[in-house]
């Protein structure tokens, strides 16, 4: 009937202004039962549970065997790490793939069957869930005893398709992927050239003391082409050159030539390339967003236009100012909008709304959240006011600032002083002294400000915020001191009590008292225009960080694969201990040393090596000696078949990573230094600065040839004319 | 009379041309004396002389004391440096005094009294020169025997005075130093924070063992700070991070987090700031070379126009053609430039030219000089048509790039198999036959295109001369190695005879062969673009090169001053060496320790040493000792009082040139990249791209009354009206 095709109508408008206020696709299916399952699997309770289970789902590799996560990482401290039995992390990995189960299947019943066909990413979501389980099955039936595990590599894939943001950006990488490898062609034909210009220059002589560096670095095609590939990332740069440069000084024109080649231009031609590839994206990102905003609310237009209610007689088509109310009541928004855009309506006093009205009130959802802070009590009396002129007055803001700075020297000074102490010979009585009275000083202060300024209007500045909780939090530290180890007098020693000693309270307190002193920030206007602009970048990174995590993740589980077991008795250890010079100073090394630490068994190594240098007990060893095994160890793996997985995870995680995040910051900043001027007649109101926004003046409004043509392309509403 | 004024109207115009051309400014004197001063000053002789006196009052140094240029750097090996006598230096430093004293004379006669004044640069020069002279004079006095030589710091500037794009490139740097600073001011301020942190975090504990690391890294706030500048340039990331993560994994929170903000953001903040200063640097620095030169054949109209025998009743001022070609007879110009000018000039076959008429004419000048290749000769003979198809084709070419290919790869597979053998068992008879066969092959390529081509036409391009020029001198190492030691055989042992062994003979021609393989650039579309574009940067880079030198030159000659003398007794070393391998690691610094080398006094020290560890024989002592020793000197030097000089060091070589540099690369880059679709069409005519050019379509034209302002405002030029 009429009534249940209206409340169809207003449904799918409801739905259509949701998905215009999170930036979603409209293209899904519209009948009634769809749209319910649709805000269903939209509501907050399902997102959540979704983020969640891709939480747990790739936490698990921190407690799966072959795992070593403990507190530290000394091997002659460290607990056992604790083994979860057969059939406790796969259950609870089965309970995740059938979450993303029934993600995959509302997600491709609400697109349509004709639509999944054409989506890649829901394909690959259900060949990865497909593959996991026969692999789950696997592990089951082998009582977890099977030695690769391909889904784990899988896992990964979960927290890309779930963000939109991440494969947009994805299919940005893919397409500079040509340039780039064009640039890395290149580095590789600059690389293999000078390698052979290397081995004729500095080839073995008869005199073996003379050129026994050369050995070292290039001795044969692999060892020369590494030494020359470590140079690139420079972290060998002097050594592989001092013997070169010993012997005749020209020859450190072949190295300058090389680094000044490779590191200087090509290295930066990449950076130009990503950057140039990258300056529209963000535009281009924020453009489609717009774009899909307004296409919902149009469709929310032409649903709501067909209403029954709607006189036929109307040229136009327009929709009746009560239909939207109650799409409006329905709707899950912001409620400052929902208020704001109701206000507008009301304040129209139009009974029906063209499209283009319709459009203008919805862009209230554009605009800035402006937070006006609540005003100062109005005191009677002419003390108070006085009072309250005084330290309400700006000036105030900054004695207190240098009174933090007072005391961070103050600290500064006993460090300094205390520096070459035994902790037996420390008095800390100066220090507790010094650090009461600016404490008190901080809690005078804040009960001044809230005193001119009320309660209300204090907290509505998030530095207040900031520095009334540090203040409150050292309170409490120094009372609690007081309360165990009395006040401060001469000859205040640290000694044990209680949960923590007093040399630990102590530090504990002057830390907090360096962490307030950024309360400076706001009051410098350059370091403010940093921070916002850092702030803004992490924002606009959020979808490179997902990506970098993933290509982590998926480093990190594959060289657990790879490595695992490759530990083997120990033998020419000069050459090993040569090999790890070189690749252990890769920048971002390390890192990754530390995700895939864990299958290396260092204890059956350790046991091992004492053998064979006939050590029994091995509490006695010293820590130099595990961490050179350590080194050994690792070298042993990435000399024998691993080098090319550590070059591979140079060239992701740090050249292209790298590049990337530089384009980003100058595409950022370039667009805010630009824009400086005109923010600072911005002083008291604070404006929720978002990419949307900063982009506001150069967006182009979509037409509305461009939407209907959209509309009318909708794979499940159609609209009547 | 009025020929005397005639000769001098057309004095000055040739003066203004040539001032156009060169891109110079006309605010000079135009009395027929001075214009004659003018013309000598900027003839090529005296711009020669100038040149060459700059360069070798900046070379002195490495012949001064204490200088230790040798071949080798190797205390063992190296002879004593030669020590020119007393006065020696002195003397041609005197004459370059003098040289330079004739410069600025000529130089503040020619731009005037009043304009001298206002000109800061002839001031400093002045003064430089006047100190340099005290100096000079005390020097002599003290019968070189003074410490302290203060002229030899001022040197650099005499380079920078004399080039006017250096000046420039200064001033926009120095735009820029106010940015720069603040954020050295927040990079300061993150450091001092983070210091201060780590030192409250890292505290001495009672256990001794467990901290032993931390007294190395963070043992009191100068040692704590200089670990932390160093983690800034990453150089020892993973060894000041492991004993802390080995305690508690949670401490790499503290390194992380301080690389990311420290080497991610702040780091690349300034590569953003600089970038956005630098990007409209080149555009404008086009900009004024334009306005200059307009201005130039502007104020040659203007003269010309007030020659007598312009008939006085034409409205608009208008010079004769024949005047003009009086000026571009008596010019200095390219001849190519001066032809096109004339025949364009006959062509037009009017007697009166206008301004703009006049100004059309000299845009010849801006034109890029196409270069028609000659055309190949035309054979009669069929065959000979048939040979000069198959041999002009640009396969053959291709073949070409294909055996060389070849024989690089024989070359590699040989140094594979021989790497690891013994000079005395070395075989060169394998490679000798293959390297023999390969030259020969070569020369018939070169022989065949020569046919196809014809002489001319293969010489004017430019790969063309390349590849016959390395096969020319191939073929004769070929023959001189035949001539010596008989054609290959097996057993063909490197034996030394003559000049240089068999086996360096081989090496020789094996490199060149390498080096050969370059021709390949021009066949990949990619390579090209990214040759030119570098070559492109060279050009733009020049002035940046110069300041480079000039800091490095200044740098040094500092080092040489504070160090001199610096070498103490050994004493604590270990903890010396803790402090150099911080400082050894920063990227630059080795390249500054060639340059400063020299007044290490090396011999006495090792002899200090030698007698402390009582080795009598210093020279049975191991090359490592004389590493170790040179390296723990150097650190006494950098660990007493010359930290501060090294990161002064750090930051202006490789923060902020670095910087600037990619900044350009960017900018230059972008717009290559931008505009590589537009060159793809020219294909056989070769431009010659400058910057100029580059620019050409965004450049602005000066407005007439832009000019004739600037024209009147010239200080020593009244023109009538």
Request: charged residues 20%; contains cysteine; hydrophobic residues 50%.
């Amino acid at each position: 009937g009429a009534g249940a095709d209206n409340d169809l109508y207003i449904n799918q408008a409801v739905v259509f202004i949701e998905d215009a206020i999170q930036y979603r696709s409209i293209n899904h299916r519209v009948d009634s039962k769809s749209l319910w399952l649709y805000r269903w699997y939209y509501s907050r309770t399902c997102q959540w549970i979704l983020s969640l289970t891709i939480t747990v789902i790739l936490a698990l590799a921190f407690v799966e065997e072959p795992s070593s996560l403990t507190l530290t990482s000394d091997v002659r401290y460290r607990l056992p790490a604790w083994n979860p039995p057969c059939g406790l992390t796969e259950s609870v990995e089965l309970l995740c793939i059938l979450v993303f189960l029934v993600d995959v299947s509302v997600k491709s019943y609400l697109i349509g069957w004709k639509e999944f066909w054409k989506n890649k990413w829901l394909m690959a979501y259900i060949l990865t869930l497909i593959v996991s389980f026969a692999d789950w099955i696997v592990s089951l039936s082998l009582f977890c005893k099977e030695s690769v595990r391909i889904r784990r590599v899988l896992r990964p894939f979960f927290v890309l398709q779930n963000s939109s943001m991440m494969k947009k950006t994805l299919k940005s990488i893919n397409s500079t992927l040509p340039e780039m490898a064009s640039v890395l062609l290149l580095l590789a034909v600059h690389l293999s050239l000078f390698t052979m210009f290397a081995m004729l220059l500095f080839a073995r002589t008869k005199d073996n003391q003379q050129d026994k560096e050369w050995v070292v670095y290039f001795r044969n095609l692999p060892d020369s082409l590494t030494s020359l590939l470590v140079l690139l990332t420079t972290a060998n740069n002097p050594d592989v050159m001092i013997p070169a440069y010993s012997k005749n000084r020209a020859y450190s024109i072949f190295f300058i030539l090389f680094t000044v080649l490779g590191n200087l231009f090509l290295m930066n031609l990449l950076t130009a390339i990503i950057y140039n590839q990258f300056r529209g994206y963000l535009l281009k990102s924020v453009q489609s967003s717009l774009f899909r905003r307004r296409l919902g609310i149009r469709a929310a237009f032409e649903v709501l236009s067909s209403l029954k209610e709607t006189p036929a007689s109307a040229q136009q088509s327009c929709v009746s100012a009560g239909a939207l109310l109650q799409v409006l009541q329905k709707a899950e928004m912001d409620s400052h909008c929902k208020q704001a855009i109701v206000r507008s309506l009301k304040m129209c006093s139009c009974d029906q709304l063209s499209a283009a009205q319709f459009q203008k009130l919805f862009e209230e959802l554009d605009k800035d959240a402006i937070k006006q802070h609540p005003p100062s009590p109005e005191y009677q009396s002419h003390f108070m006011q006085k009072m309250q002129f005084a330290f309400g007055h700006p000036y105030f803001g900054y004695l207190g600032n240098v009174v933090a700075l007072a005391n961070i020297i103050s600290i500064c000074v006993v460090l300094v002083m205390d520096a070459d102490k035994q902790p037996s010979e420390r008095d800390d009585f100066f220090l507790g002294a010094i650090n009461c009275f600016f404490i008190l000083y901080y809690l005078l202060e804040m009960l001044l400000k809230v005193l001119a300024m009320g309660l209300k209007r204090y907290l509505s500045y998030p530095s207040n915020r900031f520095d009334g909780l540090l203040t409150v939090i050292l309170l409490i530290l120094e009372i609690a001191t007081f309360a165990v180890y009395g006040f401060p007098h001469p000859g205040w020693r640290p000694e044990f009590m209680g949960l923590l000693s007093l040399w630990d309270m102590v530090r504990l307190v002057n830390m907090l008292i360096v962490f307030r002193f950024l309360r400076i920030i706001p009051n410098m206007k350059f370091m403010a225009l940093v921070v916002t602009t850092l702030l803004d970048l992490v924002k606009n990174l959020r979808a490179f960080a997902g990506i970098l995590v993933v290509v982590f993740y998926a480093f990190a589980i594959t060289g657990i694969m790879l490595f695992e077991g490759a530990v083997v008795p120990l033998g020419n250890t000069r050459r090993m201990s040569v090999c790890l010079a070189n690749l252990k100073k890769s920048k971002l090394f390390l890192f990754l040393i530390f995700l895939i630490e864990a299958p290396f068994n260092i204890k059956k190594a350790v046991v091992l090596y004492f053998k064979e240098k006939k050590v029994i007990s091995w509490h006695s060893a010293q820590a130099e000696v595990i961490y050179y095994l350590l080194y050994v160890l690792s070298v042993h793996l990435i000399c024998r078949w691993a080098k090319i997985y550590f070059v591979a995870w140079w060239l992701i995680s740090s050249v292209i990573w790298i590049n990337l995040f530089v384009a980003l910051l100058l595409e950022n900043f370039i667009h805010k230094w630009d824009r400086r001027c005109q923010r600072e007649s911005l002083s008291d109101i604070e404006c929720q600065r978002t990419v949307e926004l900063m982009f506001r003046d150069v967006l182009e409004e979509p037409t509305e040839e461009e939407l209907m043509e959209k509309l009318h392309q909708h794979p499940h509403l159609h609209l009547c004319r």
